[in-house]
């Protein structure tokens, strides 16, 4: 389903809303992750694997009238079960159609603009998540991490400077990973403001110190795991 390469343009883990027409009918989906050159999308229905499609992207969430109209091809079609949900949405893997100008410039400045705001490079990975703070371990997850912290998918919203600790479960083929962090709520999405900006809701977690020296090396290895892989694996072939 991926195909292993470098890639040729920067990928950004950005969750954006889009409009996407094709043969079958209009859906609602979301970005998963975006470059100059394609897209990861997620809906509750696929496109057909080779099927050209219009995607209509909120470049702005925050403004209706910030949008970018875009075709392409569909490259792959995979499907994701989130943690504690009944039902699975699918993925899509799409390579944009040759970029005028204007859509060029929009589309770097987007990614241009999500860096500078990010203190710590993020990973595109899916992690599963327990977390032990509560008053009952909950399961959650994640889809980006970074050295300085993560944003976690769950209906549960702690308040803001709430400490939490979690075990991040990770699985890749034959390899497991589990590791135990903290941190500090930093910010939180949920009701309407999830839906304004096409997120799920959720908090943001500002990582702390870790305890010892041998906790932190472990997190660094997994760190450097995840930027090789990032730097190899292209989503959209």
Request: aromatic letters at 8%.
């Amino acid at each position: 389903m991926t195909t292993i390469e470098h890639r040729k343009t920067e990928r950004i883990p950005e969750r954006l809303p889009i409009q996407l027409e094709g043969a079958s009918a209009a859906k609602l989906a979301f970005s998963r992750n975006l470059s100059v050159g394609g897209i990861c999308i997620e809906s509750a229905a696929p496109a057909a694997r080779g099927e050209k499609v219009r995607m209509t992207i909120r470049i702005s969430p925050s403004s209706s009238a910030s949008t970018l109209e875009i075709e392409g091809v569909v490259h792959w079609i995979g499907q994701v079960q989130h943690i504690g949900g009944s039902e699975s949405n699918f993925l899509m893997g799409i390579e944009f159609d040759p970029l005028d100008q204007l859509q060029q410039m929009m589309l770097e400045e987007r990614i241009r603009n999500f860096r500078e705001k990010r203190a710590h490079e993020r990973y595109y990975e899916h992690f599963e998540i327990i977390m032990e703070s509560l008053e009952s371990l909950e399961l959650a997850s994640t889809e980006n991490i970074g050295r300085g912290g993560l944003f976690i998918d769950t209906a549960y919203i702690p308040p803001l400077d709430a400490g939490i600790s979690l075990w991040l479960l990770w699985r890749n083929r034959d390899e497991k990973k589990e590791l135990r962090l903290c941190g500090k709520v930093i910010y939180t999405v949920h009701g309407e403001k999830g839906n304004r900006i096409g997120a799920a809701s959720g908090f943001g977690l500002e990582l702390a110190d870790f305890p010892n020296h041998k906790e932190k090396a472990e997190f660094e290895d997994f760190i450097a795991l995840l930027k090789m892989m990032n730097s190899s694996i292209t989503l959209v072939g």
